[in-house]
T-cell receptor, first 117, second 109 residues
Framework: NAGVTQTPKFRILKIGQSMTLQCAQD?????MYWYRQDPGMGLKLIYY???????DKGEVPNGYNVSRSTTEDFPLRLELAAPSQTSVYFC????????????????FGPGTRLLVL | GENVEQHPSTLSVQEGDSAVIKCTYS??????FPWYKQELGKGPQLIID?????GEKKDQRIAVTLNKTAKHFSLHITETQPEDSAVYFC????????FGTGTSLTVIP
């Protein structure tokens, strides 16, 4: 198993450009998540998905969009890049929780470092 | 939403000593509390977790304690080794996951 994979590893964007951060998992997990991590801060949830076709906003969704057409893939879209979106982005996945509530053990990808200039 | 506070932000210990990292949370509905270790340039990795119906959990040199009444939980690492050096994050799960701001642990050989 490759686990959770993310591409690209690093990207420089100009203000106003768009890009898609790719995320894939091969563990057949229902839950998938996108986080951003700013220096000296914890992870902030951007969007999450509980299964194909279902997505929901997290704590900091503004400026981002997601889609979940398959169980494996969960791309994150930045439409008009802004300097405030400079960050490290982590994708994660988790299986169903034992009691059916929000996902449990999260498996993280290696991250995408994004710089917006 | 939930507010998770983590202390200290940096911690240095001598090899073989113990390290303790503490977190507090605000949402009484939170019911799951994982701890993650993040090495430089990598994604966080789960090292131990605890559910709200358990007060303590141990896995070899790592233990987590939970005090639901006081809304705080702690990570304990005993017999620290240089490879324990990393950033550690606590998190709580209510309607979603909320993370602490991290503790940079340095184990001095």
């Amino acid at each position: 198993n490759a686990g959770v994979t993310q591409t690209p590893k690093f990207r420089i964007l100009k203000i106003g450009q768009s890009m898609t951060l790719q995320c894939a998992q091969d563990m057949n997990h229902n839950y998938m998540y996108w986080y951003r991590q700013d220096p000296g801060m914890g992870l902030k949830l951007i969007y999450y998905s509980v299964g194909a076709g279902i997505t929901d906003k997290g704590e900091v969704p503004n400026g981002y969009n997601v889609s979940r057409s398959t169980t494996e893939d969960f791309p994150l879209r930045l439409e008009l890049a802004a300097p405030s979106q400079t960050s490290v982005y982590f994708c994660a996945s988790s299986p169903w929780d034992r009691d059916g509530s929000f996902g449990e053990t999260q498996y993280f990808g290696p991250g995408t470092r994004l710089l917006v200039l | 939403g939930e507010n998770v506070e983590q202390h200290p932000s940096t911690l240095s210990v001598q090899e073989g000593d113990s390290a303790v990292i503490k977190c507090t949370y605000s949402d009484s509905a939170s019911n799951y509390f994982p701890w993650y270790k993040q090495e430089l340039g990598k994604g966080p990795q789960l090292i131990i977790d605890i559910r709200s119906n358990v007060g303590e959990k141990k896995d070899q040199r790592i233990a987590v304690t939970l005090n639901k009444t006081a809304k705080h939980f702690s990570l304990h690492i005993t017999e620290t080794q240089p490879e324990d050096s990393a950033v550690y994050f606590c998190a709580s799960r209510g309607n979603q996951f909320y993370f602490g701001t991290g503790t940079s642990l340095t184990v001095i050989p």
